[in-house]
């Protein structure tokens, strides 16, 4: 039998204690809130009034459930007043010493067979246990924000933790509602580790230009289904809560990638903390507040009269699962699409899948059969590279081969009349190499399409150093006219998305490698704790371990970053013809 705790104890009341707090008291629990001062508690029941009450509005939650609630919670200034409790999760700010400093207080308040828990994101559970007297007693009880909605709990064991300690924290996570994984001391243990490193990235990615707040977040949203992006949850984290992280993962793995990026020091230092400040990368209209509102870097809606080029008539080349989404995406929107294939054969069997995918929409409601027979209609099949001299916009599509793209552009070169714009679907590779190809260097950009291309909101619009404005501009609007989401970046490997995706993935890979924890554990931390769609070990087998490591290695040729290298299981994988669920085998083996 496990054990009961009927009493737990929540030292700190900033947004996770108090969150924390709520969790507990809502499954009938006894708590006993404690800050340093009055103003500390006020804070907190403030967080308090303002959860729950938004659970009321939403029907989530009567009055009578919220009064029970809240008054089953205690409040106090004094550590004393935890002498009775069973458990006690502390969730101070991530200061070793101060976290120290509770846990030896609290050791000497305490009755012997009380467990302390820390909600440290990062810490050494170790280096706290320590400064108690029963080390056996401490574990990590990691919560994740909002803790009223996300699910996962980090079950952090030391060397020295009991394990009938831990299968009662497990328990006990588990009657809160809540998914706990049990892991080994480690900064950042699992789903940090990951997140962290990511959120860094990015925020080096905004540092330097190479993209707006608003398309950095709305490629990770859009480009790979993140319920945030990653600015915006930084935001909500709190910048100094991230860099107190980054600098403990820093300290502890002396991996560069963990080295908090200065731009979050700057804003700390201006007072910029994210929501709770009501400034952060964002500005939101009061501390606490979700309620985003324009400010001087808010984007400017752009000119009507901005200058594009027309385009009726649209090639694209190819005859791939891209090519032949990009074609059924421009016919539904009403352009007239030239797709060219090396043979008639190929040209007829790309059509015929077009054909196909627009009858499982027609099937499932969501075309008519009119609109169906409207799009086929626009679609001409062309095997030479003259059938494309007439359109105004040609898209490459072909295979993620920098000699095949560079012969597809030279011959577009030769081909295509003047002022067409030229468009490479490349994922990963320099989009300057397609247009050096030719003699119009300016009318080259990228235009990368997510998979599916009928259902993929995404367009990631890469610029070169050589590609005019009005060919931007002229991509933009396209993006729009055919009810996409366009960002825009600059001609790097990966772009925005698998610039930020791939090495979070490495990132997985090699804590998997370092036997930290179990691709299972692992995919479950990032769904459960981050609301991700799918873990990343359930990602790489989708999108092909070959794919991946290609991309991974020229991420690394591109920045010549350590961290970014791949990592060796993922290389023996693919040598071993593991790649994933189009083999059977992967991560994972699939029937």
Do not use: W
């Amino acid at each position: 039998m496990t054990r009961q705790f009927s009493t737990v104890g929540v030292v700190g009341l900033g947004t996770m204690g108090a969150g924390i707090a709520e969790v507990l008291a809502r499954t009938g629990l006894t708590v006993v809130a404690v800050d340093v001062d009055e103003e500390g508690l006020a804070r907190g029941r403030g967080h308090l009034d303002h959860s729950t009450g938004r659970a009321v509005a939403k029907g989530k939650l009567s009055e009578a459930d919220r009064d029970a609630l809240l008054a089953r919670i205690g409040y106090a200034t004094s550590l004393d007043a935890l002498a009775g409790a069973d458990l006690v999760i502390e969730a101070v700010p991530e200061r070793i010493e101060l976290k120290a400093a509770v846990f030896a207080e609290l050791d000497r308040i305490c009755g012997p067979d009380t467990v302390f828990a820390s909600n440290t994101s990062s810490l050494s559970i170790t280096e706290i246990g320590v400064h108690t007297g029963r080390p056996g007693k401490v574990v990590g009880l990691h919560f994740f924000n909002p803790t009223t909605v996300l699910r996962l709990v980090e079950v952090v064991r030391t060397v020295v933790t009991e394990p009938d300690v831990v299968a009662d924290v497990v328990a006990f996570a588990e009657s809160l509602g809540k998914s706990p994984v049990v892991i080994g001391d480690r900064a950042g243990f699992i789903a940090n580790a990951l997140l962290f490193g990511y959120l860094n990235h990015a925020v080096r990615m905004y540092e330097s230009r190479y993209a707006t707040r608003e398309d950095l977040d709305a490629a990770m949203r859009f480009g790979c289904g993140y319920p945030m992006g990653p600015l915006a949850l930084l935001d909500l984290i709190g910048l100094d809560t991230a860099f107190e992280i980054l600098d403990t993962m820093y300290h502890q793995s002396r991996n560069r990638l963990h080295a908090p990026a200065p731009l979050l020091k700057q804003m700390i230092t201006a007072g910029l903390l994210g929501r709770k400040s009501g400034r952060g990368f964002y500005t939101y209209d009061g501390p606490d507040s979700p309620v985003v509102v324009p400010d001087v870097h808010t984007p400017v809606a752009a000119d009507e009269g901005e200058s594009s080029r027309e385009v009726r008539r649209v090639g694209v080349i190819g005859t791939g699962t891209m090519a032949t989404g990009i074609v059924e995406v421009f016919a539904k929107r009403g352009y007239d699409v030239v797709l060219r294939a090396r043979s008639a054969e190929k040209a007829d069997a790309a059509v015929g899948t077009v054909r196909r995918s627009l009858e499982k929409s027609v099937a499932r409601g969501r075309l008519s059969e009119a609109d169906r027979d409207a799009a086929l209609a626009r679609v001409t099949p062309a095997v030479e590279f003259e059938g494309l001299a007439d359109c105004d916009l040609v898209v490459e599509a072909v295979a993620e081969d920098l000699a095949v793209k560079r012969a597809v552009f030279e011959a577009l070169d030769g081909v295509c009349k003047p002022g067409a714009v030229l468009a490479t679907t490349t994922s990963s590779l320099p989009v300057i190499e397609c247009a050096a190809a030719t003699s119009r260097p300016g009318d080259v950009v990228g235009l990368h399409f997510f998979n599916p291309a009928q259902v993929m909101k995404l367009v990631e619009i890469v610029e070169t150093i050589a590609t005019s404005a009005d060919v931007v501009a002229t991509a933009r609007r396209v993006c729009l006219d055919l009810g996409k989401q366009p960002v825009h970046c600059g001609d790097r490997a990966g772009f925005i998305v698998n610039a930020l995706l791939f090495p979070y993935l490495n990132d997985a890979v090699k804590m998997l490698e370092a036997h930290y924890a179990a691709a299972d554990d692992i995919d479950n931390a990032m769904k459960v704790g981050c609301g991700l769609p799918m873990g990343p070990f359930e990602l790489l087998d989708v999108v092909g371990l070959d794919v991946s490591l290609a991309i991974e290695r020229t991420l690394y040729l591109e920045f010549r970053e350590a961290g970014f290298a791949p990592a060796p299981l993922l290389e023996h994988l693919v040598t071993a013809g593991r790649l994933g669920r189009k083999t059977g085998k992967g991560f994972r083996d699939y029937t």
